[in-house]
């Protein structure tokens, strides 16, 4: 049996520069990393310490990342960045060429909604993805199991997903907090 190695882990691809010494945050030791090495613990003050430049993104889309990576691979697979790059993804992967305008238009709406969440303090991720998909959804006739199979795939979870759906009805969701976002930024 052979084992299966991730080439994006396999030491014997790598560059002189993917080894690198950073000084321990706790006692200022400086300590050489392995750049998939995750976190660890200082020679001299013995604290773990993070790796200032582990790079996640091979770790969000392999499936084989909780194999490699562990717990970890989830955290780094649940983070805001990664859904919404993966939500990009599956959008693209359901429009045509033709759908260029609709596309930028959808994404300029998803940037707009993400700002004016953050500068509200709140979470992005609904208002966001409703941004997203909500245009699309409208204009191609997309059914809630169709948009419900889009935020699977980017890997959103079933109560956020029927969160994001409630707010892509037409008039639905009037109270929502997040409704005035989502319609200015999609306006
Ligand atoms: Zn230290």
Request: proline share 7%; hydrophobic share 35%.
């Amino acid at each position: 049996m052979s084992l299966w190695k991730c080439p994006g882990q396999d030491r014997s691809f790598w560059k002189p520069e993917d080894i690198f010494e950073s000084p321990c945050p706790h006692c200022g030791q400086s300590i050489e990393f392995w750049k998939d090495d995750i976190t660890l613990r200082c020679p001299n003050c013995k604290q773990l310490v993070g790796n200032p430049r582990f790079d996640p993104g091979c770790a969000a889309w392999c499936s084989y990342a909780s194999k490699c990576l562990g717990e970890m691979a989830r955290a780094i697979q649940n983070q805001p960045q990664i859904i919404r790059t993966r939500l990009e993804v599956a959008l693209r992967k359901r429009l045509k060429p033709e759908d260029r305008d609709l596309l930028n238009r959808s994404l300029k709406a998803a940037q707009r909604a993400e700002e004016m969440a953050m500068a509200e303090k709140a979470e992005p991720l609904i208002p966001l993805a409703a941004s997203l998909i909500g245009p699309a959804a409208r204009i191609k006739g997309w059914s809630r199991e169709e948009v419900l199979a889009l935020l699977a795939e980017a890997g959103i979870d079933e109560n956020t997903a029927g969160s994001i759906c409630r707010l892509l009805e037409p008039g639905g969701d009037q109270s929502n907090p997040y409704r005035r976002i989502i319609d200015q930024a999609t306006a």
